[in-house]
C-alpha cells in the first residue's frame, strides 16, 4: 500500500521541493562533500597544496604528540565547561530577575544585550585593554593605594583561560538572558497562582517548576553557546593571539595557523577532523536522546 | 661596461619579446608601515617613468602572516595578480612545482644575474632545477643587538661591545629598576632571537649543521646545550618585558626603559622616526657583536603565470626593473635594508647600515631560516620558543624538544 502512496508523496508540493533544491545542493556539496574531502587529504601528506600522497595515520601521531595541540584541547575543555555553566546560570539568573517586573526593564535589558552587539574582535580588544596591568583594572586600584594589588590574567599563564572567559561571559549573557526572558515570559500567569496557592517560595517554583518547563529553550541556549564555544578563534585572536607563550591556544587557531601560516594543508585537516570527531561524540547521542528517543515513544 | 650591454641585451630582449603596449600591472605586498610605504612609492615610480605600464598597488594591510595566504589562495584560486612580494626562500617552493610563477631565467641570463646579485645564495634561494623564479629586492638581516646609552647610562655601566659585556652589565640594569632586554612575546620575536644566540654562542658551522643539514644529534648535543643556556639566562632578562609588538619593545628601548633588544634591522626605522642617531643615543652590534655575521633574508618579487602577453611582457621589464641600481638605491635608502648587489653607490646610508654593508661585502654571510627550513618547521619552533620564554621550561627540556623537530623537519 505505501508503494502506491509513495511516488505521490514526492510530487506533492513541487514548487516548495524546487525552491529547496540549491540549499540541499549546497548542504551536500558544500557541507558534507567538503568534511568528506577534508578528512579524506588529513590522511595525506599535502602540504601548501592538496595532493592525494597518503600517510596513513601520521598527521594525527604529530597532533597528538605536539604540546600546543595538548594545550589547545585543555584551554577549549576549560573554556567550555566554565562558559557553558556560568553563562547558563547568569543568563537565567538575569533572567529571572527581570521576570520580577521590575521598573526600567527595557532599559536594563538594553544593558545586558549590548555587549552581543560587538564582535569578539572588539570585544577581545576591550578586554585586553581593560586586564592590562598598566592601564586597566589592576592600575587603577593600585592608583587607589592599594599599591600590592594584583590583577593581571593576560601576562600569566596559568590563568590566562579565565581572562578570556571573563571577556566571552561578557559578550554572551546578553543573549542567553533574552532567550530565557522569551522562555519566563511564555510560562503560564496560571502556573505562578497554583504555586503561590500551595504556598511554594519563589525561588523554590523558579528552580523546580518553571526550570523544567523551560527545557526547549534551555536546549535553544546550549546549542548557540556550544557552537560559539567550538569556534572560539577571533576573541583569542583580538585579546591574547594564543599567548602568553602558548598558553592561550585553540583548536581552531592551531587549524588556521597550520593550514596557512605552516603551509601544512595536512597537518590542519587532521586538526578540523579532530573537531569534527568531538563535536559528534558530544551531539550525536545527545541529538539521539533528545530527538530519536521522543519520536517512538 | 660589461652591465652596460647586459642592460642593453636585456632590453632589446624586452623589446623583442613585444611590441609594449601598455599593461595594468597589479602588484600585491605587505609594506604599510611609513618607511616601508615610502619605499614601495620609489618602486611605484620607477616603473611607471622607465616603461610603458601602469603600477596599480595592491597593498595588502597586516604582516606577512596575514597577507601570505591571501597571496597564495589568489595565485591558487586562478585569479592571480601580476606581480607579488615574497620573502625569499621555501614559501613558493610549490608554487613552482605547480607551474603557477613565471619562469624569469631569460631576464636574469640576459642581464648576468648571476655576476651581479651579492650574495649569490640569494639568486639561488630564487633558483629551482636551474631556472631562476623570483627577483630579489632587498636583504634584511636579522641579528642585531640593539643598546640604549640612556639606560646604561641610568645603571652607571658602560655600553656593551659585545654579548657578554652585556650579560655582565644586566644585573646593573635590573637594580636600576630597568628591564634588561626588551622581548615582544610572540614566537617569531623568541624565535629570532635564539636563532641570533646560536649564532653568537655556538658559531656559523654549528648553526649550518643544524638549520642546513638538519642534525638533530648536534642539536642536542653539547654546543647547543650552552646556547639553551644562554637563552634561558636571556629568559630571565626579559621577565618584566610584557610588551606583545616588536615596536612597542623597541621603544623600551628608544625611551631608555629597557637596556637592549635582539631585533632584526628593521628596528632601526623606530630609531630613526624617533630622531635618534646611531652612535650617540644607541648602538647596534650585528651578530650580537661576538660573531659579526648576518643572515640574508628579505624580499623578493614573484611574478604568477598569466595568459594575457603584454603582462607577461611587463613582468619581465618589472623584474629587471627591480634588479637595477636606480631602483636598488632609492628603495633600499628609504626601506633601511641592504642592496642586492654590492657594486651601487650606498654613502648616505647611515652608520648601521654601513656596518651591514661592510659585512655582507666581507661575505660573513648565512641563508635565512626562511631558506633553510619549511613554513612548517618555522612554526614548530616559532611554538617551541613561544612556550619556552614564557614559561619555566628548563633548558634540556627545551633542547630535547628542539632536536625533536629538527629531526622531523624536511
Known amino acids: 500500500?505505501?508503494?502506491?502512496?509513495?511516488?505521490?508523496?514526492?510530487?506533492?508540493?513541487?514548487?516548495?521541493?524546487?525552491?529547496?533544491?540549491?540549499?540541499?545542493?549546497?548542504?551536500?556539496?558544500?557541507?558534507?562533500?567538503?568534511?568528506?574531502?577534508?578528512?579524506?587529504?588529513s590522511f595525506t601528506s599535502s602540504r601548501l597544496l592538496p595532493k592525494l600522497d597518503f600517510v596513513g595515520l601520521a598527521q594525527y601521531e604529530r597532533l597528538w604528540s605536539t604540546r600546543r595541540w595538548l594545550i589547545?584541547?585543555?584551554?577549549?575543555?576549560?573554556?567550555?565547561?566554565?562558559?557553558?555553566?556560568?553563562?547558563?546560570?547568569?543568563?537565567?539568573?538575569?533572567?529571572?530577575?527581570?521576570?520580577?517586573?521590575?521598573?526600567?526593564?527595557?532599559?536594563?535589558r538594553t544593558i545586558f544585550l549590548y555587549p552581543f552587539a560587538m564582535s569578539f574582535v572588539v570585544t577581545g580588544l576591550v578586554w585586553q585593554w581593560i586586564l592590562n596591568p598598566d592601564f586597566g583594572i589592576q592600575g587603577i586600584v593600585r592608583g587607589w593605594g592599594w599599591e600590592v594589588f594584583s590583577f593581571d590574567p593576560l601576562n600569566n599563564p596559568d590563568i590566562v583561560v579565565f581572562g578570556l572567559l571573563i571577556a566571552g561571559i561578557w559578550q554572551g549573557t546578553g543573549l542567553v538572558m533574552v532567550i530565557m526572558l522569551a522562555g519566563l515570559r511564555g510560562v503560564d500567569e496560571d502556573i505562578w497562582k497554583?504555586?503561590?496557592?500551595?504556598?511554594?517560595?519563589?525561588?523554590?517554583?523558579?528552580?523546580?517548576?518553571?526550570?523544567?518547563?523551560?527545557?526547549?529553550?534551555?536546549?535553544?541556549?546550549?546549542?548557540?553557546?556550544?557552537?560559539?564555544?567550538?569556534?572560539l578563534y577571533d576573541l583569542v585572536v583580538a585579546q591574547t593571539n594564543g599567548g602568553p607563550g602558548i598558553a592561550s591556544e585553540v583548536p581552531a587557531k592551531y587549524v588556521i595557523d597550520y593550514m596557512f601560516k605552516a603551509q601544512n594543508l595536512g597537518q590542519g585537516f587532521a586538526a578540523s577532523t579532530m573537531m569534527l570527531v568531538s563535536v559528534t561524540i558530544i551531539v550525536v547521542p545527545w541529538a539521539y536522546l533528545e530527538f530519536g528517543g521522543r519520536k517512538r515513544g | 661596461?660589461?652591465?652596460?650591454?647586459?642592460?642593453?641585451?636585456?632590453?632589446?630582449?624586452?623589446?623583442?619579446?613585444?611590441?609594449?603596449?601598455?599593461?595594468?600591472?597589479?602588484?600585491?605586498?605587505?609594506?604599510?608601515?611609513?618607511?616601508?610605504?615610502?619605499?614601495?612609492?620609489?618602486?611605484?615610480?620607477?616603473?611607471?617613468?622607465?616603461?610603458?605600464?601602469?603600477?596599480?598597488?595592491?597593498?595588502?594591510?597586516?604582516?606577512?602572516?596575514?597577507?601570505?595566504?591571501?597571496?597564495?589562495s589568489r595565485i591558487l584560486g586562478g585569479d592571480p595578480m601580476a606581480a607579488t612580494q615574497l620573502n625569499h626562500g621555501r614559501q613558493a617552493e610549490e608554487l613552482i612545482q605547480a607551474g603557477l610563477l613565471t619562469d624569469?631565467?631569460?631576464?636574469?641570463?640576459?642581464?648576468?644575474?648571476?655576476?651581479?646579485?651579492?650574495?649569490?645564495?640569494?639568486?639561488?634561494?630564487?633558483?629551482?632545477?636551474?631556472?631562476?623564479?623570483?627577483?630579489?629586492?632587498?636583504?634584511?638581516?636579522?641579528?642585531?643587538?640593539?643598546?640604549?646609552?640612556?639606560?646604561?647610562?641610568?645603571?652607571?655601566a658602560p655600553v656593551p661591545k659585545d654579548w657578554n659585556e652585556f650579560v655582565a652589565a644586566a644585573p646593573k640594569l635590573e637594580r636600576a629598576g630597568l628591564v634588561p632586554l626588551a622581548m615582544g612575546q610572540q614566537g617569531w620575536q623568541q624565535n629570532l632571537a635564539f636563532g641570533t644566540l646560536q649564532i653568537a654562542i655556538a658559531?656559523?658551522?654549528?648553526?649550518?649543521?643544524?638549520?642546513?643539514?638538519?642534525n638533530a644529534e648536534f642539536a642536542a648535543g653539547p654546543d647547543y646545550a650552552k646556547v639553551f643556556r644562554s637563552a634561558a639566562d636571556a629568559r630571565e632578562f626579559a621577565r618584566g618585558s610584557n610588551v606583545q609588538d616588536w615596536n612597542l619593545a623597541t621603544n623600551l628601548v628608544i625611551t631608555g626603559r629597557a637596556g637592549g633588544q635582539i631585533m632584526g634591522d628593521w628596528a632601526q626605522g623606530e630609531f630613526q622616526v624617533a630622531g635618534k642617531t646611531a652612535g650617540r643615543d644607541y648602538t647596534c652590534l650585528p651578530g650580537l657583536g661576538v660573531n659579526e655575521v648576518l643572515d640574508?633574508?628579505?624580499?623578493?618579487?614573484?611574478?604568477?603565470?598569466?595568459?594575457?602577453?603584454?603582462?607577461?611582457?611587463?613582468?619581465?621589464?618589472?623584474?629587471?626593473?627591480?634588479?637595477?641600481?636606480?631602483?636598488?638605491?632609492?628603495?633600499?635608502?628609504?626601506?633601511?635594508?641592504?642592496?642586492?648587489?654590492?657594486?651601487?653607490?650606498?654613502?648616505?646610508?647611515?652608520?648601521?647600515?654601513?656596518?651591514?654593508?661592510?659585512?655582507?661585502?666581507?661575505?660573513?654571510?648565512?641563508?635565512?631560516?626562511?631558506?633553510?627550513?619549511?613554513?612548517?618547521?618555522?612554526?614548530?619552533?616559532?611554538?617551541?620558543?613561544?612556550?619556552?620564554?614564557?614559561?619555566?621550561?628548563?633548558?634540556?627540556?627545551?633542547?630535547?624538544?628542539?632536536?625533536?623537530?629538527?629531526?622531523?623537519?624536511?
Not at chain 1, 528552580?207 to 523551560?214: A, R, Y
Not at chain 2, 634584511?140 to 647610562?153: E, G, I, K, T, Y
Open chain 2, 296 to 410: 640574508t633574508g628579505g624580499d623578493s618579487f614573484y611574478f604568477p603565470v598569466v595568459d594575457d602577453p603584454e603582462i607577461r611582457a611587463a613582468q619581465l621589464e618589472l623584474a629587471s626593473l627591480i634588479v637595477s641600481p636606480e631602483v636598488q638605491v632609492a628603495f633600499n635608502l628609504k626601506k633601511g635594508s641592504l642592496p642586492i648587489r654590492g657594486d651601487i653607490d650606498m654613502s648616505t646610508a647611515n652608520d648601521c647600515m654601513q656596518r651591514g654593508l661592510a659585512i655582507l661585502a666581507d661575505g660573513d654571510i648565512l641563508p635565512t631560516g626562511d631558506i633553510a627550513l619549511s613554513p612548517d618547521t618555522q612554526t614548530q619552533l616559532e611554538d617551541l620558543m613561544a612556550e619556552f620564554w614564557s614559561s619555566d621550561m628548563s633548558a634540556e627540556d627545551a633542547q630535547s624538544r628542539y632536536a625533536a623537530i629538527i629531526s622531523r623537519a624536511d
Open chain 1, 194 to 231: 497554583s504555586a503561590r496557592v500551595d504556598g511554594i517560595g519563589t525561588v523554590k517554583t523558579y528552580l523546580f517548576i518553571i526550570v523544567p518547563m523551560m527545557r526547549p529553550v534551555f536546549v535553544t541556549a546550549l546549542v548557540i553557546i556550544s557552537s560559539g564555544i567550538i569556534k
Open chain 2, 104 to 156: 624569469l631565467t631569460e631576464v636574469a641570463e640576459a642581464e648576468g644575474w648571476r655576476d651581479i646579485i651579492n650574495p649569490v645564495s640569494l639568486l639561488d634561494a630564487c633558483t629551482h632545477d636551474g631556472r631562476v623564479y623570483c627577483a630579489p629586492i632587498n636583504i634584511h638581516s636579522a641579528q642585531w643587538l640593539w643598546l640604549s646609552h640612556d639606560a646604561f647610562r641610568k645603571a652607571g
Open chain 2, 203 to 214: 658559531g656559523m658551522d654549528a648553526w649550518r649543521e643544524v638549520n642546513v643539514n638538519k
Open chain 1, 72 to 108: 589547545s584541547v585543555e584551554n577549549l575543555a576549560v573554556f567550555g565547561v566554565c562558559s557553558l555553566i556560568l553563562t547558563l546560570v547568569a543568563g537565567f539568573a538575569l533572567a529571572a530577575l527581570l521576570d520580577r517586573k521590575i521598573r526600567g526593564e527595557n532599559a536594563f
Open chain 1, 1 to 41: 500500500m505505501s508503494s502506491t502512496r509513495r511516488p505521490i508523496r514526492i510530487w506533492r508540493n513541487p514548487s516548495a521541493k524546487i525552491a529547496s533544491i540549491p540549499m540541499i545542493l549546497t548542504a551536500l556539496v558544500v557541507f558534507v562533500g567538503g568534511t568528506g574531502w577534508t578528512v579524506l587529504h
Open chain 2, 1 to 72: 661596461m660589461k652591465t652596460l650591454t647586459a642592460s642593453l641585451a636585456a632590453a632589446a630582449l624586452v623589446c623583442a619579446a613585444s611590441p609594449a603596449p601598455a599593461a595594468d600591472v597589479e602588484v600585491t605586498h605587505w609594506w604599510t608601515s611609513g618607511g616601508e610605504a615610502a619605499a614601495v612609492s620609489e618602486l611605484a615610480r620607477a616603473f611607471n617613468d622607465k616603461t610603458d605600464h601602469d603600477w596599480v598597488d595592491g597593498a595588502i594591510a597586516g604582516s606577512g602572516g596575514t597577507a601570505r595566504p591571501i597571496i597564495i
